[in-house]
């Protein structure tokens, strides 16, 4: 038995509260055919189950809620219930791949099993088909969703043998024995605080610098759910959701970052930023300062924590310069707006606001999270997330996964998210937008990808010589992002 923390079980509390959420995560592994048969499939994974014992581990609720919940071994552990096969109709194009994935990832996973499924995806153009891996945001989070690439796939063509397995589910402690190891767990809390705050009086310059770093990132964490101005782009959302993916070398993003003395996310930050730009502008709505603040996981795992699957992040909270009306200015501004996050310790207070829920009774934890989702969310209007994938070539059954595509989901009035997953050299924009309110999840794609053109040196030497527009709701950028309602 082991308690998930304060920060995975939010996750949970987040989809209790939103009836139209599925917070499960996900990535696309798009390989060379043929496809292996069922069996193959089911016994490729089985062979690597001893690895992952999450998969075989359900959450269970503490009694009353009086503390977090808990991994217990599933005794009806049933492999095929969690592996799913499924067919694209022809011609089998990214269009219906992404259909697929889209009504995928609108169906939340069964709390009553372990949080995860795998689905073989047959029939995609080229006699290739794709492994898509679902798993709930409560397990993992992008970095041990590579990890999980790591232990389930192959780093060469020739398969390695299965792992042995002498798994037996262990017997799950009853109701009572939960409630009273949850009780003596608060008995203990006021004694482990004690603890700390002697050791923090006895090195009075440390805790006062700490403090203030902390103070610091506190205020700007709060600044930044203040209501933000207005969009059609955040809202409340159905349950249906669309997909759509964009591509382009990493290498691209890698020589823009380096042109203008940025980083590769500073990059694809800006590039999100003028894809928000081009949508509001589409839609007849004005781009303006504050009105799609996104917020930006950051891993805070250490290394010597990579094999441990849990959520290690913190969050930048970060205006996207959509009301900036050239390229290089957005990225200017989002490279200068994150140095002065990071200077104002926002991450850092991210991590020690989680470190203090690990101190504090999980009931009233629990009630703030919940009391705070019920209300009224009008500070963040996306979601923005950037996963380096595998090192590595990777392959399965000696098939080789050729690009790899991220699912991130969506919540709480945000009716756009974005990912960004590097693997072989590429760089695969997934996006994801409520079914209804944003149709243009395809247009929103491809423009991220033309932003990042428009940052390289030369791009913006042609740009500079064409007319300036009269008016934003005809700037140059907004002709590429149709309004439209599109077919799912």
Known sequence: ?????????????????????????????????????????AAAIRGRLALVPRYRQKVRRVPFNLGRPVWVDDPDFDLDFHLRRTALTEPGDDAALERLIGRVMSQRLDRDRPLWEDWLIEGLAGGRWALLSKVHHC???????NELYRLICDTTPESRPPVPDTWQPEASAGDLDLTLDALGRLARMPFEQARQIAAAIGDPDRTMNRLGVLARGATAMAEAFLPAPPTSLAGPLGRARRYAVARMPLSDIKAVAKANGTTVNDVYLAAVAGAFRRILDARGERPEAGAIRTLVPVNVRHEDARHIFDNRIASLLLDLPVEIDDAPGRLRAVHERIAALRERHEVEAGVALVALADQEPYAAVSFVIRTALSLPQRGLATVTTNVPGPPVPLYVLGRPIREILPYVPIAERM????????????????????????????QFAAAVVDEVARMRPAARHVAARRPRAKSHSRSEGSRHVESGRHPA
Not at 10 to 34: N, T, W
Not at 423 to 435: E, I, S
């Open 1 to 41: 038995m082991e308690y998930l923390s304060p920060l995975d079980a939010s996750f949970l509390d987040a989809e209790d509260k939103d009836p139209h959420a599925s917070l499960a995560i996900a990535s696309v592994a798009v390989l060379d055919g043929p496809a292996p048969s069922q069996a193959e499939f």
């Open 415 to 442: 009716r756009i998210g974005v990912a960004v997953m590097t693997y072989g050299g590429q760089a695969a924009f997934g996006v994801t937008t409520d079914f209804s309110a944003v149709p243009e999840a395809p």
């Open 139 to 145: 397990m993992i989070d992008g970095v041990t969703g």
